[in-house]
T-cell receptor
């Protein structure tokens, strides 16, 4: 079945770059997403990438997709304390129920 | 434009009590979903509704029932709450193909 895995924790210093990694098993994944969750809040979509793309950049965020290795990464440039949150990787196919399968989330801690 | 609205925000139940979590979206989306979020486990799909009048089980449906009342509303019912159902519940909806999942702000449920 589908599986999405992420490391649980990442700590960086303010101003450094953060790289959050994700691996998935479903080769038929069509869309891959990054969501951000701040304490006590819902999930906020950060960015997403279609499976036929290798890279997507949006301001400080860069998403890299290695479809051969089923590896997705999110790079946050110039990380700020406001970036401290849990980041979820998720994937879906474009058919059937279209529900997202989520990883367990990576807690990013940004130290001043 | 409110997006996805969930009520209540917080609820405490005793074991064996019942309750219904409400969800409504105003984006004219066909598909709606209920997820639960537990520490270290990401989000797991409970039930989904691909369109008005249809509902299907997700990964963890036991102990829950759902109703797709109309296109806007998708409710989740716990008939006899158990401590294992202590969790944060998120409702979500999705529009056209490739568009992201929109989440509500969650219902934090504690069962004692």
């Amino acid at each position: 079945g589908e599986d999405v895995e992420q490391s649980l924790f990442l700590s960086v210093r303010e101003g450094d770059s953060s790289v959050i990694n994700c691996t998935y098993t479903d080769s038929s994944s069509t869309y891959l997403y990054w969501y951000k969750q701040e304490p006590g809040a819902g999930l906020q979509l950060l960015t997403y990438i279609f499976s036929n793309m290798d890279m997507k950049q949006d301001q400080r965020l860069t998403v890299l997709l290695n479809k051969k290795d089923k590896h997705l990464s999110l790079r946050i440039a110039d990380t700020q304390t406001g970036d401290s949150a849990i980041y979820f990787c998720a994937e879906t196919q474009d058919t059937g129920r279209r529900a997202l399968t989520f990883g367990s989330g990576t807690r990013l801690q940004v130290q001043p | 434009n409110a997006g996805v609205t969930q009520t209540p925000k917080f609820q405490v139940l005793k074991t064996g009590q019942s309750m219904t979590l409400q969800c409504a979206q105003d984006m004219n989306h066909n598909s709606m979903y209920w997820y639960r979020q537990d520490p270290g486990m990401g989000l797991r799909l409970i039930y989904y509704s691909a369109s008005e009048g249809t509902t299907d089980k997700g990964e963890v449906p036991n102990g829950y029932n759902v109703s797709r009342l109309n296109k806007r509303e998708f409710s989740l019912r716990l008939e006899s709450a158990a401590p294992s159902q202590t969790s944060v519940y998120f409702c979500a909806s999705i529009g056209s193909s490739g568009s992201p999942l929109h989440f509500g702000n969650g219902t934090r449920l504690t069962v004692t």
